[in-house]
């Protein structure tokens, strides 16, 4: 069992995208369950790319097939996590914020979220704090979930709540903030409503939010 995520890990940092595919498919033959199959091979596959680049070891290019060998994976999955349970949980709005180009965790955050009963309107990568606020205000979701993978973005976490309050509309949504760099602390700092440290958290949190609970993963 454990081979065949071998398989797969290995598949997604070389950027073999139909092998990558083959392999999520037999993994969920084999009766894998999706949260085990991202825990055990997708999530490391991208610590050891993370460290590789980091290294100096691979290109930006390489971590791009990577990342598009990933989303098939991902792709393969979708089914299987965004079972539609008919009546909509909650709204979430979700994006990468400002000067990041980061998302793969958000869409997995996403297909949770979708998995787990909720709307989500995705507003993308490299949103600026202008677009959240006006977001807000057009779709008045239960809650804004921010992801942020530049330890170099991370200001715009704190320059998006800021600008909430200014808006006057900060107390008509829950903020929820994640992503590598993200910490509970910097969340509280910046005054996030939750923080969440992977998409099972996520989902888990925006739960306790939209129900106006204060759960686990309040900061
Ligand atoms: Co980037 N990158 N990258 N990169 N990249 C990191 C983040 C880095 C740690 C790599 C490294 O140096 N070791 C580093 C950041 C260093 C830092 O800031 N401290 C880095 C850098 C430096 C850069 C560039 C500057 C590189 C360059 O150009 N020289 C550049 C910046 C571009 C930009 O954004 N402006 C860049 C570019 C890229 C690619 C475009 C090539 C590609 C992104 C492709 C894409 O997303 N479509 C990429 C990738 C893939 C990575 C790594 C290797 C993997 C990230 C990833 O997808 N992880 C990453 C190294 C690493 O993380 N180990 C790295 C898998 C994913 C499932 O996990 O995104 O953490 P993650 O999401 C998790 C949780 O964080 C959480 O749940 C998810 C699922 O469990 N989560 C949330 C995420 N959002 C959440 C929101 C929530 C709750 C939970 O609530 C709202």
Do not use: C, W
């Not at 596959?45 to 980091?54: E, N, S």
């Amino acid at each position: 069992m454990e081979k065949i995520l071998d398989q797969l890990q290995e598949a997604i940092e070389n950027g073999e995208t139909q092998k990558a595919m083959n392999k999520t498919k037999d993994a969920l033959n084999m009766g894998l369950r999706t949260d085990k199959i991202i825990k055990t091979a997708i999530n490391p596959a991208f610590r050891d790319l993370g460290q590789k680049m980091f290294d100096g070891e691979i290109y930006v290019t390489d971590v791009l097939m990577a990342s598009r060998a990933a989303h098939a994976a991902m792709y393969v999955m979708e089914p299987i996590i965004s079972r539609s349970t008919g009546q909509t949980k909650g709204i979430v709005t979700i994006g990468t914020v400002a000067g990041d180009l980061h998302d793969i965790g958000k869409n997995l955050v996403i297909m949770m979220l979708q998995g787990s009963g909720y709307t989500v309107i995705d507003l993308g990568i490299d949103v600026p704090v202008e677009d959240f606020v006006e977001a807000i205000r057009t779709h008045k979701p239960d809650v804004l979930a921010l992801s942020a993978l530049l330890t170099t973005t991370l200001p715009e976490l704190d320059a998006t709540l800021e600008a909430l309050v200014e808006a006057g509309l900060r107390s008509q949504v829950k903020v929820i903030v994640g992503g590598a760099p993200v910490t509970r602390e910097y969340a509280a700092r910046i005054k996030a409503d939750a923080y969440a440290n992977d998409l099972f958290e996520a989902s888990e949190a925006v739960g306790d939010l939209v129900k106006n609970r204060i759960g686990a993963y309040a900061v």
